[in-house]
């Protein structure tokens, strides 16, 4: 019986996304390629505002990208919400696995009052496919 693992590749904070501010209900977005890759996890972190936020959160979506140009899938998948109603000065990271290929991410502030404060991607890869 064989046994397949693969290295995984700890990103830099912050190599994805550099920390940033985001106003209410401003959005980023930021690629990612996985295309060399054999999949990766894509941290999301962010630090709440100092003002009690009513409908606070962040939503993640992820869209998949293909072909050269490339065209940007326009169903989003998988999509997440991390929310944080009523969470003041708090840092939150939730996180997800990606499959090889290329996406486009979103980062979607939910607060319609206040900004979030260092908001940030952080990816790991896994490469070196090893079988024993």
């Keep these: 019986m064989s046994t397949t693992t693969l290295t995984r590749t700890a990103g830099a904070s912050g190599n994805a996304l550099a920390p940033q501010a985001l106003a209410n209900s401003a959005s ?3 690629n990612v390629n996985l295309s060399g890759d054999y999949g990766g996890d894509l941290c999301v972190q962010f630090t709440t505002a100092s003002a009690a936020q009513s409908a606070g959160g962040i ?3 992820v869209r998949r990208q293909y ?3 490339p065209i940007t899938a326009t169903v ?12 003041v000065s708090t840092t939150f990271a939730d996180g997800l696995t990606l499959s090889p ?32």
Aim: glycine fraction near 8%; charged fraction near 10%.
């Design 28 to 30: 980023v977005s930021f």
């Design 59 to 61: 939503q993640i979506d």
């Design 67 to 69: 072909g050269s140009a």
């Design 76 to 87: 989003k998948r998988p999509s997440m919400q991390v929310l944080t109603a009523g969470v």
């Design 101 to 132: 290929g290329v996406y486009q991410i979103t980062l979607t502030n939910l607060d319609t009052a206040n900004g979030l404060t260092a908001v940030s991607a952080t990816l790991d890869t896994y490469t070196n496919q090893t079988t024993v």
